[in-house]
């Protein structure tokens, strides 16, 4: 199909009126007669003719044509054909930062749903389709984009790419997805999808890390750290007391620009900050004072286990919380305001609503855990029904429902608590381990938050997203091939002005010689 792509440019090719009203105002001058004598002879006004009489029509024409073509190829010319989209026999799904390591892993089964028609595309936001051979094997004279090899700061989310693959592609296309199956790529709820997904996975070589999370100054001038330490298997937290004034193998204490910091000798970590702060807790139990008496003594063994420099304080008005609180225990029904919010680095807040009665428990465990040990298991007897979907489970009861939810608003980390601190509602405050259960809140990561340390891995049954019943079709986009002809009309245009210059001058020459 023909076609132009800036058709407005057409409009110049009523330009070929100019060249239409000089060919038809012609004015030619009078004859002169030569005499013997003019005696005999009147004198009279000099006359000339006038005519509208169209001549030198080849000459017109080819005027006429340049000026048309000239248009023309303002316009951009171009030729527009459907071409017969050839649909997919299945997609191979590699993400691109990891693209060799998991084709090594995986190399038999790639280059042997390859051979078998299988599209490869890589598995980063949009999908991009990529030729495995030329990724292999770039030409020597390719480019290599700064942006395809820059590092980003962001961590992959692989079950958002999958709620975006399930928008994509039809539920009848097999997709083979090849990724490492680290619980750093897996954060928020797990999708549901309607997608022909084989999702095989495997576990990075360096499968283990050491790193120090934080650490902060005793009263009695002694260095506090906390330690992490991942593998497959899990991540785990370990406290330890390092004095100043004694040589130390493990760990480098330094200074730099008046701010203490302490490392890993083995390691290339970038040393973490030692807090000089004093930790600044506040309690607002409105009328729920007994709740509060449950957290301040919990409170108390966990500063005697950190050895951390801290002030809890009880309000009995929220207008006495000061400025730059660390942590919040808002022990009311009533919401809290975003003013008090804004006060705050932390928050833990009841949660108003229709009390559940229930016959269950609670887990500290994260959601990753397939077994949940008793130690992680508290009586739960009731509820507030938490919203679906639009919070991070922290604390979750039996059936997955969350019993704590964290939410990050601005700077204030917001953790909605929907159950209470009073025995009638669970067997926390009674339990030993409840303590524990606020320092793994408090000074360390939770089980859903992910840093570049992590090296957990997840099981099938806990990445596989659920499958969804909504099958639906995507329809194939139509593939229209464009080729560009204003080549061929510019050549056209160079042999028409020069025949137009060549008759015009045979035509001058003509003129000359009579």
């Known amino acids: ?48 003719s006038r005519s509208l009489k169209l001549l030198d029509i080849p000459l017109l ?11 023309l190829v303002l316009a951009l010319p171009v030729w527009q054909k459907r071409v017969p989209v050839v649909k997919a026999k299945g997609w191979i799904l590699i993400q691109k930062e990891n693209f060799k390591t998991t084709y090594q892993q995986f190399k038999p089964t790639v280059d042997s749903l390859t051979r078998a028609g299988y599209e490869f595309h890589y598995f980063n936001a949009g999908f991009d389709k ?28 692989y079950w958002n790419l999958i709620r975006q693959l399930d928008d994509k592609i039809s539920s009848d296309i097999p997709v083979y997805l090849f990724t490492t199956n680290q619980a750093k790529y897996f954060t928020g709820a797990k999708p549901d999808a309607a997608l022909q997904l084989h ?35 899990g991540t785990s937290y370990n406290y330890a007391n390092i004095r100043q004034s004694t040589g130390n193998s493990i760990y480098n204490i330094q200074t730099n620009n008046g701010t203490a910091q302490i490392s890993l000798i083995a390691g290339n970590q970038t040393p973490a900050v030692i807090d000089t702060t004093v930790q600044h807790i506040a309690i607002y139990a409105d009328n729920n004072s007994s709740d509060a008496g449950y957290i301040k003594a919990a409170l108390q063994a966990v500063n005697q286990f950190t050895q951390r420099k801290t002030v809890v304080k009880a309000i009995s008005n929220p207008a006495q919380l000061p400025a730059n609180t660390d942590w919040l225990f808002w022990l009311s029904e009533k919401t809290i305001s975003q003013a008090y919010l804004n006060h705050c680095s932390h928050v833990l807040a009841y949660q108003p609503g229709k009390t559940i009665t229930v016959n269950s428990w609670i887990s500290n465990a994260g959601p990753y855990a397939t077994a949940v040990a008793d130690i992680n298991k508290v009586n739960l007897y009731k509820l507030i029904s938490a919203p679906e979907g639009i919070r991070t489970p922290v604390w979750q009861e039996a059936s997955g429902k969350p019993v704590l939810a964290m939410e990050q608003q601005g700077k204030t980390r917001l953790y909605h608590f929907y159950s209470r601190f009073n025995p009638t509602w669970n067997n926390l405050v009674w339990n030993d381990n409840f303590p524990a259960w606020l320092l793994q809140l408090m000074q360390e990561p939770t089980s859903n938050t992910i840093n570049s340390n992590e090296k957990r891995v997840l099981s ?55």
């Open 61 to 71: 024409i080819l005027r006429c044509l340049v000026l048309t073509l000239l248009a």
């Open 1 to 48: 199909m023909f076609q132009f792509l800036n058709p407005i440019w057409l409009i110049g090719a009523a330009a070929i009126a100019i060249p239409v009203l000089i060919h038809s105002w012609n004015i030619r001058p009078g004859k002169v007669l030569k005499v013997g004598s003019i005696g005999l002879i009147d004198a009279a006004s000099r006359k000339s």
């Open 460 to 514: 099938r049954q806990q990445y596989l997203p659920r499958p969804s019943t909504d099958s639906h079709i995507i329809a194939a986009s139509k593939n229209i091939e464009t080729k560009n002809l204003s080549r061929y009309f510019w050549l056209a245009l160079l042999l028409a002005f020069m025949a137009e210059r060549w008759l015009a001058h045979r035509k001058t020459q003509t003129a000359d010689k009579f």
């Open 199 to 233: 999702w095989q996975t495997y576990t990075p070589a360096d499968s283990t890390s050491t790193w120090i999370q934080n650490a902060w100054f005793t009263p009695d001038g002694d260095i506090r750290l906390v330690q992490g330490q991942s593998r497959p298997s």
């Open 130 to 157: 990529g030729n495995i051979a030329q990724v292999l094997n770039p030409p020597k004279d390719a480019v290599v984009s700064k942006d395809s090899i820059k590092p980003t700061n962001q961590q992959t989310n």
